[in-house]
Structure formats: structure tokens, C-alpha cells
DNA sequence: CGGCGTTAGCTAACGCTGTTCACTCACTCT
DNA sequence: AGAGTGAGTGAACAGCGTTAGCTAACGCCG
């Protein structure tokens, strides 16, 4: 008998193994943001399930693993709502889409304090993180900075802006940047590339001393230094006029 | 480290005391370079010292306020170590001086990362941290955001460099720098103090990144780029002639 | 000098953690 | 129908932070 169906499945235990993958991901998850990193145990994740611990054996090896993929999933959250933002500019300039993606993330970030602190706070892969390669967080980190990383580039081809010239660049960063752009889709001029990361410095650390209260020493309510900042970038892309906050 | 000295007063006892709790603060920090943060345990401190892991409540109320501490030893060892950096420029121009002490600061980060992790990520304090005011390691912090402030009050001070006027500034941004600079010894103009902090985020991501290993995916070594954020941030404070590296 | 209060340190214990092992039971396939 | 696979179980182990109750040494004061 082979009824022929929805295309996606597998056997039916393949489709239940999946669905409690799924369920546990989800509750982990959710125990993340109820308990706090410290809070996300193995044994608070069954029970929320109504399950036992050793049970989740058979969905991940150990906790780092279930850890790590929660990481992945939390990375596929947050692009999903940078593009979002992006995609609900309208019409669509790439240098208001890019503002639009740094707010979301500003927004995202101080929404989910703890989340992020998971993937931006050296919290889970070890803070001296050699592991060479791969893995899914890995991989869901690329797609979440290919979103920053896409837009820039959009923006340059579109209108330039201004970059320091190669010769302006010091050989050894030349070189930096010759080898990370050799392993790029597309070739852009190594200056482009020394913009942006100098941007996604700028967004990244502001972002990041925001929510782990490192400027608490200075400001109150960071969001104004953050547009602040952003205009900075959005002067620095040629963009400025894009800057004026929605 | 900045405890004072000689005299080492009190009884016999109080003496003792001091010294034990010393040497718990010393071997906490053995055990996390050893161990990781996730080694660092109240039994593993107590092993290494010979001593039962219950007796540490004579000296601490909890295991984290003995992390807190170590957080604070943490931050006066990183301050002794820009200072020293600041303070072995001859002669002692600020532009030199703050450029040594942030090259300090990237130099301690890369060579004691575990250390830095507990610092600057969202491992010890909690990632909402509301604790309002108090606790040494906050008061730690404080001093080692001084040594930068102090260095950039100083350029500005001998020799300004232009900044945005207050005008130029949104209101809610001079809002914001003005509750902040009402908690300061010397009135600043504002603009200066968003020069201050916009130098200070890009410092202070640039060396956050490289640690927790956001920047692999694109540099495989993040010197040269911290050096052009450096000059970046020299050519900001109208310091650019004393940006080559040493 | 003797006694007493203070206090550093101990062991034992509780409840929690990640993880392993041996087992049961339901489902799937032949 | 029988064999085999695999999800889920409870018990157990070592380790964690923390509390309680005890011991013994120390310092002070009469």
C-alpha cells in the first residue's frame, strides 16, 4: 500500500521524530527565556514536555548540541526579522532598508535580552572558540551577517560611496582583506569591504554594550546615541538623507 | 590590587582573614583560566586550596558574589595594565598615551580571553542587570572607563578637536548627555562626550568582536583592522600623527 | 592563668545538574 | 506471526551550590 503523499514526509516515525525535535527546540526555547541561560536544563526542558531527561538523549548527544542548535534557531529567528524589516520598506532603497535592519536589530536585541546574549555573549561557544568550521550556529551566523553584508554591497553598487583606495589600506589589511574576499560570491573593492566591517563594528558594539549594560555608566536610554551612531554610518555610506528614524 | 599596604593592620586574626580571602581570590582566578567559566566552582577553588568547599561561606555569602569580586580584581588588574601602558609613554602626549592604553586594553583581551569573557560578556552579570548602583565590580568598571575618559578629556582639553556643536545634536541626545555629564566632576561640552562614546563603542566592539570570534568569519587576523579603526578613531580626536604603531 | 565567646573549618546532607545503563513497550518491516 | 528497531523509562553516578550542626583553636578579659 503506498498512499503518496505530502511530498515533505517520511515514514510516520521519521514525522514524529521530527515533530519532537521540533517540540523540544521550541521549549528549550522557551525555558531559555522563562529560567534565564543558567536556567536551561536538560531536565526543565522534559519536564515542561512531560517527558524524561535521558529521553532527549536520542535527540541530541549532549546539552551543547541541543544548546547549539537553539542558537541556530535563534540566529534563523533573528534574520528573519531583519529581512522583514528590510522587506517592509517600501519603496525599497537598500540604504533605508539598512537602517531599517539595524533598528530591527537594535530592537530585537533589547526584546530579547537573553537570547541575545546567548548568541552575542560568548556565553555558549567557548570564548576561545578555535573550533575550526562548522556546525549549525556557525552556519546561521553567515546568514544573519550576509543580510547586513548584502545590503551594504546593494548600496555601493547602486550609488558609490566614498572609499579609501587601496594604497590608502596597509599591506597587512590589504591582505586580510584580499583572503576574506576571495571567499566571497562577488568581488568588491577591498576599501567597500574595510567600510563595512568598520560599520558593522560600530552597530555591533553599540548593540552589544546596550544590552549588557556596559554604557549604563553614561546613558540612561541608549536609543538616541544609537540613531546617533547610525547617522554617523548613514553619513559614512552616503546615505544620509535615508537617516531621518521612521 | 589597589588595596593599600604596608601598615596591614588589625589583629592576628583579621590578618589571617585577609590573607585567606586573598588567596581565594587568587586561586578563583587560577581556576578560571584553568578550568573556563563553567570550571569555576566553589569546590574546585576549595580543592586547590586545601580547604572544604563550605568553608568559603566564611568569606563569601554566595558563590556569586565571589565571582563578583573576582569581576572586580578582574577589572583592577586590566586598569593597572592600561595604566602602565598609558604611563610608560615618553613623553607623555594624550594622543600617544590613549592610543597605547587602547592597544593595552586589545593586547589584555586577546591574551587573557577568559578573563575578558567574564567581563565584557553576559556570562556574570546577569544580561538584565537592573541592579541598581552598588557592588565592587561595578565600581571596578568605573575606574577602568576612567582611564580612557580621563586620557580623552585630556586631549580635548590641550588641544580641541572639532566636535558637533549642541545644536547639531538631537534634544534627546543632549538630554541624555547632559544627566550623564551632571554625574562628572568637569563639565565637558556635550559634543565632546558623544565623540568620547562613539570612539569608546568602536574600541570597545572592534575588541569584542575579535574575542568572541564574530569577526572570523571575515578576518583571520583582526589586527591590522583594529589598527585602522585606531587611526579612524586618532584622526576623530585630531591626533592622526601619533597613530603609527609603535 | 583560666575560662569564655568568637570564629574558621569540618562532615553530612539536600536538591539540583549532565550523563550512562539496562530495561520495557510499541511500532514497523519481513 | 515473529523479529527488529527505536522511543521512552527509572535508577544510578559524579559533581554542583548551599545549609545545618559540630569541633577545635584562637583571642580577649577577668
Same mark, same amino acid.
Given at each position: 500500500?503506498?498512499?503518496?503523499?505530502?511530498?515533505?514526509?517520511?515514514?510516520?516515525?521519521?514525522?514524529?521524530?521530527?515533530?519532537?525535535?521540533?517540540?523540544?527546540?521550541?521549549?528549550?526555547?522557551?525555558?531559555?527565556?522563562?529560567?534565564?541561560?543558567?536556567?536551561?536544563?536538560?531536565?526543565?526542558?522534559?519536564?515542561?514536555?512531560?517527558?524524561? /531527561?535521558?529521553?532527549?538523549?536520542?535527540?541530541?548527544?549532549?546539552?551543547?548540541?541541543?544548546?547549539?542548535?537553539?542558537?541556530?534557531?535563534?540566529?534563523?529567528?533573528?534574520?528573519?526579522?531583519?529581512?522583514?524589516?528590510?522587506?517592509?520598506?517600501?519603496?525599497?532603497?537598500?540604504?533605508? %532598508?539598512?537602517?531599517?535592519?539595524?533598528?530591527?536589530?537594535?530592537?530585537?536585541?533589547?526584546?530579547?535580552?537573553?537570547?541575545?546574549?546567548?548568541?552575542?555573549?560568548?556565553?555558549?561557544?567557548?570564548?576561545?572558540?578555535?573550533?575550526?568550521?562548522?556546525?549549525?550556529?556557525?552556519?546561521?551566523?553567515?546568514?544573519?551577517?550576509?543580510?547586513?553584508?548584502?545590503?551594504?554591497?546593494?548600496?555601493?553598487?547602486?550609488?558609490?560611496?566614498?572609499?579609501?583606495?587601496?594604497?590608502?589600506?596597509?599591506?597587512?589589511?590589504?591582505?586580510?582583506? %584580499?583572503?576574506?574576499?576571495?571567499?566571497?560570491?562577488?568581488?568588491?573593492?577591498?576599501?567597500?569591504?574595510?567600510?563595512?566591517?568598520?560599520?558593522?563594528?560600530?552597530?555591533?558594539?553599540?548593540?552589544?554594550?546596550?544590552?549588557?549594560?556596559?554604557?549604563?555608566?553614561?546613558?540612561?536610554?541608549?536609543?538616541?546615541?544609537?540613531?546617533?551612531?547610525?547617522?554617523?554610518?548613514?553619513?559614512?555610506?552616503?546615505? /544620509?538623507?535615508?537617516?531621518?528614524?521612521?
Amino acid at each position: 500500500m503506498s498512499d503518496h503523499m505530502p511530498p515533505e514526509a517520511g515514514t510516520r516515525r521519521e514525522r514524529a521524530r521530527a515533530d519532537t525535535l521540533r517540540e523540544i527546540r521550541a521549549t528549550a526555547r522557551q525555558v531559555l527565556v522563562a529560567s534565564g541561560p543558567d536556567g536551561l536544563a536538560l531536565r526543565a526542558i522534559a519536564r515542561e514536555m512531560g517527558l524524561s /531527561a535521558p529521553a532527549l538523549y536520542r535527540y541530541f548527544p549532549s546539552r551543547e548540541d541541543l544548546v547549539e542548535q537553539l542558537v541556530a534557531d535563534l540566529y534563523d529567528e533573528l534574520s528573519d526579522h531583519l529581512e522583514a524589516a528590510r522587506d517592509a520598506v517600501v519603496p525599497a532603497r537598500p540604504g533605508v %532598508q539598512l537602517l531599517a535592519a539595524a533598528r530591527a536589530f537594535r530592537h530585537w536585541a533589547i526584546t530579547h535580552r537573553v537570547e541575545f546574549g546567548l548568541l552575542f555573549g560568548s556565553a555558549a561557544q567557548g570564548v576561545v572558540p578555535d573550533e575550526a568550521g562548522e556546525g549549525p550556529a556557525e552556519l546561521a551566523g553567515r546568514r544573519f551577517g550576509g543580510v547586513f553584508a548584502a545590503l551594504m554591497a546593494q548600496i555601493y553598487v547602486e550609488q558609490p560611496f566614498p572609499v579609501p583606495g587601496e594604497d590608502e589600506l596597509t599591506p597587512e589589511l590589504r591582505r586580510q582583506l %584580499q583572503t576574506w574576499c576571495a571567499k566571497l560570491p562577488v568581488a568588491l573593492p577591498l576599501g567597500v569591504m574595510s567600510v563595512f566591517l568598520s560599520c558593522w563594528i560600530t552597530l555591533y558594539g553599540m548593540v552589544c554594550m546596550e544590552v549588557f549594560g556596559h554604557l549604563r555608566f553614561a546613558l540612561d536610554d541608549p536609543e538616541p546615541m544609537f540613531e546617533s551612531e547610525l547617522r554617523r554610518v548613514a553619513r559614512q555610506l552616503g546615505i /544620509a538623507d535615508a537617516a531621518a528614524p521612521s
